[in-house]
Structures are given as structure tokens and as C-alpha cells.
């Protein structure tokens, strides 16, 4: 939280305008991280380990925004049915 209000601060400072600002582009998976060029106000170091802890315990994201907030707030999921992932032998068993 601290971290945030740091990069709300930078944004009301004019250190970074707000649609450029790490906080609004976030996440940043690998694939942004690497391309060249880098056009961000701010490093790439920045991006991807905005914490000193961040860099031993990382998760890096697939893909960065879809749609912005309307992707945000409306998650679609693309994995097959819960059915799917059920054994043979549960199957079975779910059909006595």
C-alpha cells in the first residue's frame, strides 16, 4: 500500500502522467518487459520488481490489461467444465 500511494504521489508531483504512470500500466508480464523499444517513463526494473521482495518472489503475469477496467471487471474463462477434469472412475461413480 505504501508502494501505491508512493506512485500517486509521483503522478500528483508530474513525475509521471497518470495513464503512464506504473501503477496504470500494470502488469507487466514478460513479454512487454523485453520488447524493444522501452517507451515508459519509468524502468524496466521499475516494472517488473516495484518491491525489493518482489524479485525472489515473483509471479509473472500472462498478459497485461484486456480491455482495461471493463476486462478487469469481467473475467471470462476459457477452461473446459469442471466435468472435464473428472476421472473416468469418478464419472462412474456419478452416474449410479
Request: hydrophobic share 40%.
Given at each position: 500500500m505504501e508502494k501505491i500511494r508512493a506512485?500517486?504521489?509521483?503522478?500528483?508531483?508530474?513525475?509521471?502522467?497518470?495513464?503512464?504512470?506504473?501503477l496504470r500500466?500494470?502488469?507487466?508480464p514478460a513479454s512487454t518487459l523485453?520488447?524493444?523499444?522501452?517507451?515508459?517513463?519509468?524502468?524496466?526494473?521499475?516494472?517488473?520488481f516495484p518491491l525489493p521482495w518482489v524479485s525472489e518472489n515473483k509471479i509473472w503475469p500472462f498478459s497485461a490489461r484486456i480491455d482495461h477496467a471493463y476486462g478487469d471487471r469481467n473475467l471470462v474463462c476459457v477452461c473446459p467444465p469442471v466435468e472435464a477434469y473428472e476421472t473416468k472412475e469418478a464419472q462412474e461413480l456419478s452416474s449410479r
Amino acid at each position: 500500500m505504501e508502494k501505491i500511494r508512493a506512485e500517486i504521489a509521483a503522478v500528483e508531483a508530474g513525475v509521471y502522467k497518470m495513464e503512464e504512470s506504473p501503477l496504470r500500466r500494470a502488469p507487466h508480464p514478460a513479454s512487454t518487459l523485453v520488447q524493444e523499444p522501452w517507451d515508459r517513463p519509468y524502468s524496466r526494473a521499475e516494472a517488473a520488481f516495484p518491491l525489493p521482495w518482489v524479485s525472489e518472489n515473483k509471479i509473472w503475469p500472462f498478459s497485461a490489461r484486456i480491455d482495461h477496467a471493463y476486462g478487469d471487471r469481467n473475467l471470462v474463462c476459457v477452461c473446459p467444465p469442471v466435468e472435464a477434469y473428472e476421472t473416468k472412475e469418478a464419472q462412474e461413480l456419478s452416474s449410479r
